[in-house]
C-alpha cells in the first residue's frame, strides 16, 4: 500500500528539517517531498506578486504534483497567497499560513502580527482579515516589523533571530489577545518565552495539521 504524500514548496532550506519533524510527530507514515527555490522570496520582496513569479510558483507546485504530492503546501507566507489560489484536479494547494489565521481570529479581539520582513505583513495581514470575514469574527489588526531580525536569520544565526522576536513579543504581551508570528521561520521563537501567558500562534504545527486533514480528505 502507497503512503499518502504531502509535498512543500519553501523559499529556505531550513524549513527541511522543521516540516519534516512536525511530520514525524503527528503522522510518520506520510510521505514528504520538497522543493526549495530562495529566489522566490528574494523577487517577491524585490518586485511584489507579479505574473512571472506566479508562473514560476505554479511550474514548482506542478512538479510535486507531478512527483505524487496529493496536497501541496507552501510554507513562505510572502508568497503563499499565489499559491493559495492555484488549483489542481483531486489535489489540495495550501498556504501554510491559513489555519494559523483561522484560529487567531477565533481566539482574541485584538491581535499583532510580528514579521521579521515587510513583504510579509501585508500578505498576512489580509490573510488574517479574510479569515475574520470568513469566520465572521470582528478583529482589531496591528502589525510590527521585529527589525534587524532577518539580518541574523540570513546569518544562518537562528538562536539569535529567535530571542529578538521574543524580545518583541515580551514588549508587547500586554497591548494584544493574540501574538501572530507571520513568518513559519518565526516558530522557534515560542521557546524563549516560558511564562507568557498571551496566545502566540506560528504557522507550522497548524499548517502541517490543515494539510493532513486535507490528505484523508483526498
Same mark, same amino acid.
Given at each position: 500500500m502507497q503512503n499518502h504524500c504531502i509535498g512543500f514548496?519553501?523559499?529556505?532550506?531550513?524549513?527541511?528539517?522543521?516540516? /519534516?519533524?512536525?511530520?514525524?510527530?503527528?503522522? =510518520?507514515?506520510?510521505? %514528504? #517531498?520538497?522543493?526549495?527555490?530562495?529566489? $522566490?522570496?528574494?523577487?517577491?520582496?524585490n518586485e511584489g506578486l507579479t505574473a512571472s513569479i506566479k508562473t514560476d510558483i505554479q511550474k514548482l507546485l506542478e512538479k510535486l504534483v507531478e512527483q505524487g504530492a496529493e496536497v501541496v503546501v507552501c510554507t513562505c507566507s510572502s508568497i503563499g497567497?499565489?499559491?493559495?489560489?492555484?488549483?489542481?484536479?483531486?489535489?489540495a494547494s495550501?498556504?501554510?499560513?491559513?489555519?494559523m489565521a483561522?484560529?487567531?481570529?477565533?481566539?482574541?479581539?485584538?491581535?499583532?502580527?510580528? /514579521?521579521?520582513?515587510?513583504?510579509?505583513?501585508? =500578505?498576512?495581514?489580509? %490573510? #488574517?482579515?479574510?479569515?475574520?470575514?470568513? $469566520?465572521a469574527q470582528s478583529v482589531k489588526i496591528s502589525t510590527l516589523k521585529v527589525e534587524g531580525a532577518w539580518q541574523s536569520f540570513e546569518s544562518n544565526n537562528l538562536t539569535d533571530y529567535h530571542q529578538k522576536i521574543a524580545a518583541k513579543i515580551k514588549q508587547q504581551i500586554l497591548n494584544?489577545?493574540?501574538?501572530?508570528?507571520?513568518q513559519a521561520s518565526m516558530a522557534g521563537a515560542t521557546q524563549y518565552c516560558e511564562g507568557v501567558d498571551t496566545p502566540i500562534l506560528s504557522?507550522?504545527?497548524?499548517?502541517?495539521? /490543515?494539510?493532513?486533514?486535507?490528505?484523508?480528505?483526498s
Open positions: 514548496l519553501h523559499t529556505s532550506s531550513v524549513h527541511i528539517k522543521t516540516f /519534516a519533524t512536525i511530520c514525524e510527530h503527528f503522522d =510518520p507514515s506520510v510521505s %514528504l #517531498i520538497h522543493l526549495v527555490d530562495e529566489d $522566490l522570496l528574494a523577487r517577491a520582496q497567497s499565489a499559491a493559495e489560489l492555484i488549483k489542481f484536479e483531486n489535489v495550501q498556504r501554510i499560513d491559513r489555519a483561522d484560529k487567531a481570529v477565533l481566539t482574541g479581539k485584538s491581535l499583532l502580527i510580528l /514579521a521579521a520582513l515587510d513583504s510579509t505583513l501585508v =500578505p498576512t495581514k489580509l %490573510l #488574517i482579515e479574510q479569515s475574520a470575514q470568513n $469566520l494584544y489577545d493574540v501574538i501572530v508570528l507571520a504557522s507550522p504545527e497548524l499548517g502541517v495539521l /490543515a494539510a493532513l486533514t486535507a490528505l484523508k480528505k
